[in-house]
Each structure stands twice: as structure tokens, then as C-alpha cells.
């Protein structure tokens, strides 16, 4: 049995907890990755399987593969190493104490055949693209299945799109639609944002279930975070609900930010500030003096759950102060207003 890789291979945590890189994705002999967590029970899965077969001794051989060795002998990166799966479950620095050791490690040491009475419990892991949505948008979560035949999640499904997509990016077509909704040892899919927390339970062969999995996410109306302008190579954080850079009426602006609808359907309004009635509309398929306006965002082939490009024109008119605001939909809560400086440029 090799368990290598999937004990091994980096998790899904962030790289700050020192076991992930907070992807979910195929390494090493294209095992998908787990959390810390599931990497040590599906190890507790194979021990359990080897002793109900009767199978008293084993190794551990292959199990702490040092990350020094290969950076010092084999001239790998270690961006590459975590990659391919060779992180060892023990840590090589011993300063950093048994907290720096990963659960596959401790599972290993600490076996006890008593504890195979219950079978062999799906591992799974999940985790959510973004952490905040507006309310009733489509999000999009990642998941690790590994000793499971089926999966179920509490939240609703994006009935648009309620496919299971390949988290591999390397084979075309990359992220292959899978057909159904959540299969596959490594994918991502939808769901309708209907609450503040979404779990996944994994079901194997003899019925067990796994711990359910649960990723929490934030409920609100789109914040817009940052703004580019593409056409003079400024940028800003919005601080205070401003932008504070000189923005042409025809640039066009990377408008950054969460809780924006990644399947499309966004709306961005300019507002005078100094004429509130004074309103200028961009989204896709819109026009203006019969042209249609620049507007790229999300859709289902295309995530961009963070970001919308959209060139401004001539309607925004008289320079000045404008603000700006993004709705997830036609009629969605708006965002708070970002104050603009327009200037005159290309009208």
C-alpha cells in the first residue's frame, strides 16, 4: 500500500499553518490533496486495513522524505517539492517542536488496532473559493474525497450549474466537466449562497460517514476593495470609501473587490455627486450612444469572483466627483459608494 504522497503532500491549509498551500490540487502521482487532519486519518484507514487483513508488520519507509536532501542534493525548490508531494510528516527542525509535525505523523506513532472497531471513515476536505458572497449569489467550493463512494452537501446547489469540475488544470480540456454533482477525488462545484456556513459529509462502501466538513463564509452586499486604472498605470486601495488618483472619462478601470457575482450579472453605476439624479449604467450588453460598453466579469467559463473590468466614457459627464458603486444584480444591494476624481480625457 502506498500511502505516500497523500500522507505526505502539502494540504490545503495556508502555507502559515506549515503543512498547505491552501490548494486544493493533484500532486505527486496525481493524488489529490487533503487536510493535515485527512491526511492522518486516511494513514489511521490503510494501518486499520493492513491489521484486518492480518497484516501485523509494517513500514514506514518513504514516509519522511527530506525536503534538505532534495534542496541540497537534487537542486529542487521548495515550491517544487511541496508540489510534487515531498514533504515528510515530521519536521526537520526540532525547535519548532511536535506542533510543527503534521497528524499523519502522530498517526503512525500513536496506532492502536482497538481503534479499527469502526471501520474506515471517508476522508474529505473542503474549502470555499472566496469567503464573502452576497446573499443568493453562486459561489464556488473545493473538495478532497479519498475512501468515499458518494458525497452531500447541506447548502443548495447552483441549479445553473450543478456540475462537478476536475480541479487537475493540466489535461485538456482543463477542469473537466465530470458530469454530476460532486464526484471525483479532487474537484470543485457550486452552490446557492443561502447561509453563513456550507458542509460536505463523505458516505463509504459500509455506510459510514465522515465528520462532516464545514467552511464558513461571510453574508453581506459587494465591497469594492481596490481599483486600477489599465490606462494610466495608477492604482489604489480604497481607504475612507476613496480612491484618491485622477481617473480620464474614458479609462479603463480593474475594479477589485468581494461578494461580486462570478457567473456575471453585475452592475456598476456612476453617480455625480454633485447631481445624485445624474446616473450613468454599465454592465454587459449595455449600450451607450449606441455603442456597447467594454464590460468583462465572471461567468461559467471564466470565474473572476474578485474583479470587473469596464471602460468608463463619455456619459460621465461634467468632470468632477463621482461615485461608484457595484450590485451583484439589477436590483442587488449596492455597494458602498467610492468616491472618483474624473477628469477631462477623450471626450
Keep these: 500500500m502506498i500511502v505516500t504522497e497523500f500522507a505526505t503532500g502539502s494540504s490545503i491549509e495556508s502555507a502559515a499553518s506549515y503543512f498547505g498551500d491552501g490548494l486544493p490540487s493533484y500532486g505527486d502521482n496525481n493524488t489529490p490533496t487533503s487536510s493535515a487532519a485527512g491526511q492522518g486519518q486516511y494513514v489511521t484507514n490503510e494501518l486499520c486495513m493492513l491489521h484486518g487483513l492480518g497484516i501485523a508488520g509494517y513500514t514506514y519507509f518513504g514516509l519522511y522524505d527530506a525536503a534538505t536532501w532534495w534542496e541540497l542534493d537534487e537542486n529542487q525548490s521548495g515550491a517544487m517539492l511541496a508540489w ?59 473538495y478532497t474525497a479519498a475512501d468515499t463512494t458518494s458525497l452531500s452537501m447541506d447548502g443548495a446547489q447552483n441549479q445553473s450549474d450543478p456540475y462537478a469540475y476536475s480541479c487537475d488544470p493540466y489535461v485538456s480540456p482543463a477542469y473537466t466537466n465530470l458530469g454530476a454533482p460532486l464526484v471525483g477525488s479532487c474537484a470543485f462545484s457550486s452552490f446557492q449562497t443561502t447561509s453563513t456556513t456550507l458542509t460536505v459529509t463523505g458516505t463509504n462502501s459500509d455506510g459510514g460517514n465522515s465528520p462532516p466538513v464545514q467552511a464558513s463564509i461571510v453574508v453581506g452586499p459587494p465591497i469594492v476593495t481596490g481599483i486600477y486604472d489599465d490606462t494610466s498605470g495608477q492604482g489604489c486601495a480604497v481607504t475612507n470609501s476613496t480612491c484618491n488618483i485622477n481617473i480620464s472619462q474614458t479609462d479603463l478601470l480593474w475594479v477589485f473587490g468581494e461578494g461580486f457575482n462570478p457567473l456575471g450579472g453585475n452592475n456598476i453605476e456612476l453617480v455625480n455627486q454633485a447631481n445624485p439624479n445624474d446616473v450613468s449604467w454599465f454592465f454587459a450588453g449595455e449600450q451607450h450612444n449606441g455603442t456597447n460598453v467594454l464590460f468583462v466579469e465572471g461567468s461559467p467559463s471564466q470565474r473572476l469572483p474578485g474583479q470587473i473590468n469596464v471602460r468608463l466614457d463619455c456619459t460621465i459627464s461634467p468632470v468632477g466627483a463621482w461615485g461608484l458603486v457595484v450590485r451583484d444584480n439589477p436590483s442587488g444591494s449596492p455597494s458602498a459608494a467610492v468616491t472618483l476624481n474624473i477628469v477631462q480625457g477623450g471626450c
Excluded at 92 to 97: D, K, P, Q
Excluded at 101 to 124: D, E, I, R
Excluded at 133 to 138: I, L, N, V
Aim: glycine share 16%; proline share 10%; with cysteine.
Design 84 to 142: 510534487l508531494g515531498y514533504w515528510g510528516p515530521m519536521s526537520e527542525n526540532a525547535s519548532l517542536g511536535s506542533g510543527a509535525n503534521k497528524p499523519s505523523w502522530a498517526a503512525l506513532q500513536s496506532f492502536n488496532p482497538g481503534n479499527c472497531s469502526s471501520g474506515y471513515p471517508p476522508v474529505v476536505a473542503i474549502q470555499t473559493e472566496g469567503g464573502y458572497y452576497a446573499s443568493g449569489d453562486p459561489g464556488t467550493f473545493w
